[in-house]
């Protein structure tokens, strides 16, 4: 069974701080790797993908992929109140595999 | 919104009775999917279809059928709704040569 592993948190981010998102994948063929964002009740919303190792930066948030250790991080810079919600990992090789997701908490 | 809209948002049903959930799109996309959604499990893939009247299984098909007679509009089947298959239903299209998902707003099943 191929899987994504994150963290279910809570992980709680003081407003202004950097929030680290981690995401670890068990299938070496998967080749595209996606962060969605999903507020309570709503469904998930595209932030970041990323194909290549390394890192790529979209306004405040970064991916960073390392496929030789097989981990994905998302960073959220200066974080808002509004980040908080479920960030959820998922990872593509034949077809898309989603972790059960970190929920953030950004506190005042 | 990626133009996707699922019917119903809300469904309570009892055990043993027959549920059939409808996502219909704008875009004009081949793939589309269904996922379920429980706590401790994320996302999990029933069924997809690459086409008018393509369609394959995923992780979690059983008990489920779908069906794709025209390309903006994927149904999914619970045959005889069972208490496990409570649950939040998410449909999502993928755009040509690209794999990213944009998602529908749900569909919350009860089955009492």
């Known amino acids: 069974q191929k899987e994504v592993e994150q963290n279910s948190g809570p992980l709680s981010v003081p407003e202004g701080a950097i929030a680290s998102l981690n995401c670890t994948y068990s299938d070496r063929g998967s080749q595209s790797f996606f962060w969605y964002r999903q507020y309570s009740g709503k469904s998930p919303e595209l932030i970041m993908f990323i194909y290549s190792n390394g890192d790529k930066e979209d306004g405040r948030f970064t991916a960073q992929l390392n496929k030789a250790s097989q981990y994905v991080s998302l960073l959220i810079r200066d974080s808002q109140p509004s980040d908080s919600a479920t960030y959820l990992c998922a990872s593509e090789a034949s077809k898309i595999i989603f972790g059960s997701g970190t929920r953030l908490s950004i506190r005042p | 919104d990626a133009g996707i809209t699922q019917s119903p948002r809300h469904k309570v049903t009892e055990t043993g009775t027959p549920v059939t959930l409808r996502c219909h799109q704008t875009e004009n996309h081949r793939y589309m999917y269904w996922y379920r959604q429980d706590p401790g499990h994320g996302l999990r893939l029933i069924h997809y279809s690459y086409g008018v009247k393509d369609t394959d299984k995923g992780e979690v098909s059983d008990g489920y059928s779908v069906s794709r007679s025209k390309t903006e509009d994927f149904l999914l089947t619970l045959e005889s709704a069972t208490s496990s298959q409570t649950s939040v239903y998410f449909c999502?299209?993928?755009?040509?040569?690209?794999?990213?998902?944009?998602f529908g707003p749900g569909t919350r099943l009860t089955v009492l």
């Open positions: 999502a299209i993928s755009p040509p040569d690209s794999n990213e998902q944009f």
